[in-house]
């Protein structure tokens, strides 16, 4: 069974920084592509951007130039780190994962930025 667990949320000031990790266990073929998405309280799940298998990034356009995402295939983890927090990017952040078969998705975590 494959699980997807996502860390590293919590609250912190505007202008400063997090970064979450996300594991993949459970996996029985390579993951593909990894990503993240941000839900905000009241509105729908947003794209923020993924990393392919060949270490190519994607971001929406309001996080770009803040935040980066990254992978370490050995360890199947894929990390986002964000800098220049906005109130805006408050939200739950989830992990998704594609196989060549298949898509996963986390339970998320809560970033809370503070104005």
């Known amino acids: 069974q494959v699980q997807v667990v996502e860390s590293g949320g919590g609250l912190v000031q505007a202008g400063g920084s997090l970064r979450l990790s996300c594991v993949v266990s459970?996996?029985?073929?390579?993951?593909?592509?990894m990503g993240w998405y941000r839900q905000a309280p009241g509105a729908q799940r947003d794209w923020v951007g993924f990393?392919?298998?060949?270490?190519?990034?994607h971001y929406t356009h309001s996080v770009k130039g803040r935040f980066t995402i990254s992978r370490d295939n050995a360890k199947n983890t894929v990390y986002l780190q964000m800098s220049s927090l906005k109130p805006e990017d408050t939200g739950l952040y989830f992990c998704?994962?594609?196989?060549?078969?298949?898509?996963?998705w986390g339970q998320g975590t809560q970033v809370t930025v503070s104005s």
């Open positions: 998704k994962v594609w196989t060549n078969t298949n898509t996963y």
């Open positions: 459970g996996n029985r073929f390579s993951l593909s592509a």
């Open positions: 990393i392919t298998s060949g270490g190519d990034t």
